[in-house]
């Protein structure tokens, strides 16, 4: 239970400006006293409201989605944040590939993801097939997450205090759910391969990933996030877009490098991203 005397504001003032500054942050876990996820919460959610008066919310996104981490967190669950119209880029018209800005990150990582565009909000306790009945369109993206805390070195609060370390999503191209069954199905036999390209030089392969990594079905990531967020006092609306967490481990990145996912047999359509 929060500390009655718990100022959330001064907190949320720091992490804005450090991030306007490009600058980095000592983790308020070891300096703040009983600082934990109902702390973190109202600081993002402050965080949050300051940044959509210029930009609105475009979606959630879902972290620490592979249960085998959570021993090492601390954690029993996920957790999640805001993206916004000024951090969202997706696929051009003509198949243009989207670029994320990469100014004023610090120690940015580069995730693949699957992401959904929600034609309705699934209904507290829907997982896989009861998911994408409400799932418009999916696909692969890629997000940027950046640590403002040196080293990565935090506890799964300060990940939510700043935001859910977001910094960008690029979405690739989508297909629509027409088969529910289908696509969850799919979604938790869902394999993809990365490459990374840089310069001149040619693609390499970086990673390789899984649906079961994220709690077992990305659609099930989610259902899980549906319900975090009403309690949480922020419902997901019709339209938002869900980053579901990552499917490989995350990788270093920086400016100048071309990232493409292809996913085995087809389940989705190859995404690439530039980093610029």
């Not at 991030?19 to 006293?33: H, K």
Request: include cysteine; glycine fraction near 12%.
């Amino acid at each position: 239970m929060t500390d009655p005397s718990f100022d959330p504001i001064p907190i949320a003032e720091e992490i804005i400006a450090a991030r306007a500054a490009g600058a980095r942050l000592a983790p308020f876990t070891g300096r703040v006293p009983g600082f934990g996820f109902d702390e973190a919460y109202q600081v993002a959610g402050i965080v949050a409201c300051r940044r959509a008066a210029r930009s609105p919310v475009a979606g959630r996104k879902i972290g620490f989605t592979n249960p085998a981490l959570w021993e090492a967190a601390g954690l029993t669950h996920p957790v999640w944040g805001n993206m916004f119209e000024e951090t969202v880029t997706r696929t051009g018209p003509g198949g243009e590939t989207p670029a994320i800005d990469m100014a004023g990150s610090v120690e940015p990582k580069v995730e693949i993801e699957v992401v959904v565009v929600l034609r309705s909000v699934p209904e507290r306790g829907d997982r896989g097939a009861a998911v994408a009945r409400h799932v418009a369109e999916i696909g692969f993206g890629f997000e940027i997450v950046d640590s403002p805390y040196p080293g990565w070195n935090m506890r799964p609060a300060d990940a939510v205090a700043a935001g859910g370390i977001h910094h960008g999503l690029a979405v690739g191209p989508t297909v629509p759910v027409t088969d529910p069954e289908a696509t969850a199905a799919a979604m938790a036999d869902l394999t993809v391969s990365m490459t990374l390209a840089t310069g001149s030089e040619p693609p390499r392969h970086v990673a390789d990933g899984a649906g079961r990594m994220v709690l077992g079905n990305p659609l099930d990531a989610v259902g899980v996030l549906v319900e975090m967020a009403a309690d949480r006092g922020s419902p997901l609306a019709a339209g938002e877009i869900v980053t579901t967490g990552s499917l490989a481990p995350p990788l270093a990145a920086a400016a100048g490098e071309l990232y493409r996912a292809e996913a085995g047999g087809g389940a989705l359509p190859a995404a690439s991203v530039v980093l610029r």
